[in-house]
T-cell receptor, first 112, second 117 residues
Framework: GNSVTQMEGPVTLSEEAFLTINCTYT??????LFWYVQYPGEGLQLLLK?????DKGSNKGFEATYRKETTSFHLEKGSVQVSDSAVYFC???????????FGQGTTLQVKP | ETGVTQSPTHLIKTRGQQVTLRCSSQ?????VSWYQQALGQGPQFIFQ???????GRGNFPPRFSGLQFPNYSSELNVNALELDDSALYLC????????????????FGAGSRLTVL
């Protein structure tokens, strides 16, 4: 079945460091891929998405590229801030399905 | 434009009891989905409602049931609560134009945290 695997956290970085959170997926067909972020005590917010191979999603300095050949959608940011501290979820949605399948989440802690 | 609102935000129940959680969808959204997020885990799809009908269900037993109303708001009901039902329950709504569209963006509420003792 369809699934998403994320790197385990927590990931602890100093402010202005480079961030990579790995995400790989298993799916039939051509799913849409998403990154959601969850701040403490809040629901999930869409960070970025990509709907086809080689698409790059970007938002707030975060980027992720849909790589069909490696079934990956790694999240990157060139310079993290303390305010980026949150839990990040990679997710996929299969064609003709309205549900999201999430990874287990990766906690990011950014220290000043 | 109001977002997705859920109530209550927190509640405590005991095993065997029943609980009802409520969700108001974002203005203009006609599809509502429910997810269960256990501590330290990613959200798991429970079911989705579109035009007041269940439109997809995850691997949850029948004691998890739902409703969608004409104004697109929704309820999640859980009967015979078990300790493992303790979790954050998230409601998400999405726009018209394809309840089954894989690219539809979901807007999530802040969730209802249920503790079962």
């Amino acid at each position: 079945g369809n699934s998403v695997t994320q790197m385990e956290g927590p990931v602890t970085l100093s402010e202005e460091a480079f961030l990579t959170i790995n995400c790989t997926y298993t799916a039939t067909g051509y799913p849409s891929l998403f990154w959601y972020v969850q701040y403490p005590g809040e629901g999930l917010q869409l960070l970025l998405k990509a709907t086809k191979a080689d698409d790059k999603g970007s938002n707030k300095g975060f980027e992720a590229t849909y790589r069909k050949e490696t079934t990956s959608f790694h999240l990157e940011k060139g310079s993290v801030q303390v305010s980026d501290s949150a839990v990040y979820f990679c997710a996929l949605s299969a064609p003709d399905q309205g549900k999201l399948i999430f990874g287990q989440g990766t906690t990011l802690q950014v220290k000043p | 434009e109001t977002g997705v609102t859920q109530s209550p935000t927190h509640l405590i129940k005991t095993r065997g009891q029943q609980v009802t959680l409520r969700c108001s969808s974002q203005s203009g959204h006609n599809t509502v989905s429910w997810y269960q997020q256990a501590l330290g885990q990613g959200p798991q799809f429970i079911f989705q409602y579109y035009r007041e009908e269940e439109n997809g269900r995850g691997n949850f037993p029948p004691r998890f049931s739902g409703l969608q109303f004409p104004n697109y708001s929704s309820e999640l009901n859980v009967n015979a609560l078990e300790l493992d039902d303790s979790a954050l329950y998230l409601c998400a709504s999405s726009q018209p134009g394809g309840a089954r569209s894989g690219a539809n963006v979901l807007t999530f509420g802040a969730g209802s945290r249920l503790t079962v003792l």
